[in-house]
């Protein structure tokens, strides 16, 4: 299927790893991606709250980019996919399109409201199919224990993200077991990763990083992944300080979700670009890996 | 039916920690987790503690947390609560988080009502009283009345992940409440409520996570009220914290180069050398594993961005900002 590829400001800033291991998935999974270069930040919700019509116009041009390619927006950062969902609902009421179309006109765009916008995940489930991807896995990760981190904006207002499917805050935990792995059931799995208010109020979410880990952590997790580069930049990037300041070590490492879908499939730590986390990840996956081959063989 | 519980018990004064207390009751079908609850108390275990009143999500007094998450147990049926739990799994049924457990069910709402009065939730208007009531237009107070629906039961308190971890934080319910007085026409104490809620503990603890909109009963959405109270108190002036240089930061490197100046938009958003210094180490790491980008190049439509974004400032009132010509 051919998708509108849109993959947010932190896949091209501070996560090179995740960017690149999307590229080594999407073709395998069926999935013909048109890259965005030219589409704006979404705002990451901070631009709604000062300005909705500026956030819902940026992101109007972008979902005009789309619809004018008749593609779904592929998104793989649960922050940008939570605020053009937003945005895309309130595009939905014709005054609002005509008001944003009006500011859009002079740079040539329209906006017509059909756009559909779709994180990675929900693309795995609900369009490639569980079934294709299990198809695709030639290392199933057997034995580890991965521990699900949802990104808030991936499974909640459910009023925008699960009218029309509820199960989508469980789709991480099916893809976990599908890849092979096990998914750790713990509270934090749908919990904040501290990173909005990391710069208002840098103990309070640290302490959110650090709990969330720990959390996992004690339930036996051996990595967590999550779909959200920015809570990656708060669980791997600041973990050394989230430990510190809840006085425990943790040293668990954060995988994107497409990494573990690219091990899965095959591909090794230093392909997925382990060596870019800062919680040392390629020397631990590397012997999970085998672990798991020598349990399977 | 028959419903199963599993209770959280605890009575601080004699239990060294809280305790799981299972329960087996014979409910009608349409029963709520409250139905059940007091049905175990009356007929099999009067030393359960719990609160409730109107039993119609009313006066708000049962709030609990039913499988992890806070709800009111008089607005839960007890189908809704089975319904993702394996056969034979029990309805879990703890007390609201984030608030001091009196005995099992029954919380210690003190310090959540000092919270809701420190924002003062009373009107106060200005010059002297009309001589008969005060007249607002309607639609003045269509939006208004969503939050004057809060029935002030602690569900949002009891979600809230900031609270988690800060409990400094006013919390949504008391911040909702601000919200409601400072876009209620007849109120004048706006820049005074909206200096107190820029401060720490403030609105800009709130950690834009969604919990609170996800189990509000009422449907007041306290973190959008949040958001707007934000807004409000960056235009009125109070943008000397991080989080207003944050949100001013992140506008201006989108209006400058169409997308994120990740390093930029943290460096803007501190407060002076020692918070810089402080976050130094995460830079050096971030930079050692090929993370931070040494140069942020504008997108080839950065102009066509540029031109959209001054037009809705124009056409929203937003002050316009002379941009820096980007690096």
Same mark, same amino acid.
């Given at each position: 299927?051919?998708?509108?590829?849109?993959?947010?400001?932190?896949?091209?800033?501070?996560?090179?790893?995740?960017?690149?291991?999307?590229?080594?998935?999407?073709?395998?999974?069926?999935?013909?991606?048109?890259?965005?270069?030219?589409?704006?930040?979404?705002?990451?919700?901070?631009?709604?709250?000062?300005?909705?019509?500026?956030?819902?116009?940026?992101?109007?041009?972008?979902?005009?980019?789309?619809?004018?390619?008749?593609?779904?927006?592929?998104?793989?950062?649960?922050?940008?996919?939570?605020?053009?969902?937003?945005?895309?609902?309130?595009?939905?009421?014709?005054?609002?399109?005509?008001?944003?179309?009006?500011?859009?006109?002079?740079?040539?765009?329209?906006?017509?409201?059909?756009?559909?916008?779709?994180?990675? &995940?929900?693309? +795995?489930?609900?369009?490639? %199919?569980? /079934?294709? =991807?299990?198809?695709?896995?030639? *290392?199933?990760?057997? $034995?580890?224990?991965?521990?699900?981190?949802?990104?808030?904006?991936?499974?909640?207002?459910?009023?925008?993200?699960?009218?029309?499917?509820?199960?989508?805050?469980?789709? &991480?935990?099916? +893809?976990?077991?599908?890849? %092979?792995? /096990?998914? =750790?059931?713990?509270?934090?799995? *749908?919990?904040?990763? $501290?990173?909005?208010?990391?710069?208002?109020?840098?103990?309070?979410?640290?302490?959110?990083?650090?709990?969330?880990?720990?959390?996992?952590?004690?339930?036996?997790?051996? &990595?967590?992944?999550?779909?959200?580069?920015?809570?990656?930049?708060?669980?791997?990037?600041?973990?050394?300080?989230?430990?510190?300041?809840?006085?425990?070590?943790?040293?668990?490492?954060?995988?994107?979700?497409?990494?573990?879908?690219?091990?899965?499939?095959?591909?090794?730590?230093?392909?997925?670009? &382990?060596?870019?986390?800062?919680?040392?990840?390629?020397?631990?996956?590397?012997?999970?890996?085998?672990?798991?081959?020598?349990?399977?063989? | 039916?028959?419903?199963?519980?599993?209770?959280?018990?605890?009575?601080?004064?004699?239990?060294?920690?809280?305790?799981?207390?299972?329960?087996?009751?014979?409910?009608?079908?349409?029963?709520?987790?409250?139905?059940?609850?007091?049905?175990?108390?009356?007929?099999?275990?009067?030393?359960?503690?719990?609160?409730?009143?109107?039993?119609?999500?009313?006066?708000?007094?049962?709030?609990?947390?039913?499988?992890?998450?806070?709800?009111?147990?008089?607005?839960?049926?007890?189908?809704?609560?089975?319904?993702?739990?394996?056969?034979?799994?029990?309805?879990?049924?703890?007390?609201?988080?984030?608030?001091?457990?009196?005995?099992?069910?029954?919380?210690?709402?003190?310090?959540?009502?000092?919270?809701?009065?420190?924002?003062?939730?009373?009107?106060?208007?200005?010059?002297?009283?009309?001589?008969?009531?005060?007249?607002?237009?309607?639609?003045?107070?269509?939006?208004?009345?969503?939050?004057?629906?809060?029935?002030?039961?602690?569900?949002?308190?009891?979600?809230?992940?900031?609270?988690?971890?800060?409990?400094?934080?006013?919390?949504?319910?008391?911040?909702?409440?601000?919200?409601?007085?400072?876009?209620?026409?007849?109120?004048?104490?706006?820049?005074?409520?909206?200096?107190?809620?820029?401060?720490?503990?403030?609105?800009?603890?709130?950690?834009?996570?969604?919990?609170?909109?996800?189990?509000?009963?009422?449907?007041?959405?306290?973190?959008?009220?949040?958001?707007?109270?934000?807004?409000?108190?960056?235009?009125?002036?109070?943008?000397?914290?991080?989080?207003?240089?944050?949100?001013?930061?992140?506008?201006?490197?989108?209006?400058?180069?169409?997308?994120?100046?990740?390093?930029?938009?943290?460096?803007?958003?501190?407060?002076?050398?020692?918070?810089?210094?402080?976050?130094?180490?995460?830079?050096?790491?971030?930079?050692?594993?090929?993370?931070?980008?040494?140069?942020?190049?504008?997108?080839?439509?950065?102009?066509?961005?540029?031109?959209?974004?001054?037009?809705?400032?124009?056409?929203?009132?937003?002050?316009?900002?002379?941009?820096?010509?980007?690096?």
């Amino acid at each position: 299927m051919k998708v509108a590829y849109y993959p947010g400001c932190v896949a091209k800033g501070g996560a090179p790893e995740l960017y690149r291991s999307v590229k080594l998935i999407l073709e395998p999974l069926g999935i013909e991606p048109t890259e965005l270069f030219d589409a704006a930040c979404t705002g990451a919700g901070v631009l709604t709250e000062r300005n909705p019509l500026l956030a819902d116009a940026l992101n109007a041009r972008t979902f005009a980019m789309a619809e004018r390619r008749d593609m779904p927006v592929l998104t793989i950062c649960s922050t940008c996919t939570g605020t053009m969902l937003a945005c895309n609902a309130r595009l939905q009421d014709e005054g609002n399109r005509a008001r944003v179309n009006e500011l859009l006109a002079p740079e040539r765009y329209t906006y017509n409201g059909t756009t559909v916008i779709k994180h990675l &995940l929900w693309m +795995l489930v609900e369009d490639v %199919g569980l /079934e294709r =991807v299990a198809q695709l896995v030639k *290392r199933p990760l057997r $034995g580890l224990r991965a521990a699900p981190f949802y990104g808030c904006y991936l499974i909640r207002p459910s009023s925008l993200v699960g009218d029309e499917h509820p199960d989508r805050d469980l789709y &991480l935990e099916r +893809l976990i077991s599908t890849l %092979g792995a /096990e998914p =750790v059931k713990y509270e934090g799995a *749908r919990k904040c990763c $501290g990173f909005p208010v990391i710069t208002m109020n840098r103990a309070a979410g640290l302490r959110m990083t650090g709990r969330n880990i720990q959390d996992a952590k004690e339930h036996g997790a051996d &990595l967590m992944v999550t779909p959200c580069p920015l809570c990656h930049l708060n669980l791997d990037g600041q973990q050394a300080e989230a430990s510190q300041a809840l006085g425990t070590p943790l040293g668990v490492p954060i995988l994107h979700l497409p990494q573990l879908i690219a091990l899965a499939f095959g591909h090794s730590p230093a392909e997925v670009g &382990l060596g870019h986390h800062v919680v040392p990840a390629q020397g631990p996956l590397g012997r999970l890996l085998q672990a798991a081959a020598a349990g399977a063989s | 039916m028959e419903v199963h519980l599993r209770v959280q018990r605890f009575h601080p004064q004699v239990d060294a920690e809280p305790h799981w207390q299972e329960y087996r009751v014979e409910v009608p079908e349409h029963a709520t987790v409250l139905d059940a609850l007091l049905a175990a108390r009356d007929e099999q275990d009067e030393t359960l503690t719990l609160r409730c009143s109107c039993r119609s999500h009313i006066c708000g007094s049962c709030v609990m947390k039913v499988n992890g998450t806070s709800c009111l147990g008089c607005k839960t049926k007890v189908s809704h609560a089975r319904k993702r739990l394996a056969a034979g799994e029990p309805i879990r049924v703890a007390p609201a988080g984030n608030l001091p457990v009196v005995k099992d069910l029954a919380v210690d709402l003190e310090v959540f009502f000092g919270k809701v009065k420190a924002i003062e939730p009373y009107l106060q208007p200005d010059g002297p009283p009309p001589e008969r009531e005060y007249l607002v237009p309607n639609e003045a107070m269509l939006t208004v009345r969503e939050a004057m629906a809060c029935i002030l039961c602690g569900c949002c308190v009891s979600e809230c992940n900031s609270l988690e971890v800060e409990p400094r934080f006013l919390g949504p319910a008391a911040l909702a409440k601000a919200w409601r007085f400072t876009e209620d026409p007849r109120d004048a104490a706006d820049r005074h409520r909206l200096e107190f809620v820029s401060a720490p503990g403030g609105i800009w603890d709130c950690t834009h996570c969604f919990a609170c909109v996800e189990v509000c009963p009422k449907d007041v959405k306290p973190m959008e009220r949040i958001l707007e109270l934000r807004r409000r108190a960056m235009e009125a002036g109070f943008t000397d914290n991080n989080g207003a240089r944050h949100s001013q930061a992140f506008a201006d490197t989108i209006a400058e180069s169409g997308w994120l100046d990740e390093t930029r938009v943290l460096s803007r958003s501190l407060r002076g050398l020692p918070e810089l210094l402080e976050w130094a180490p995460v830079g050096m790491r971030a930079l050692l594993r090929g993370k931070m980008p040494l140069r942020h190049r504008r997108l080839s439509g950065a102009k066509q961005i540029r031109a959209i974004f001054a037009a809705a400032q124009r056409r929203s009132g937003e002050p316009p900002r002379e941009h820096a010509p980007g690096r």
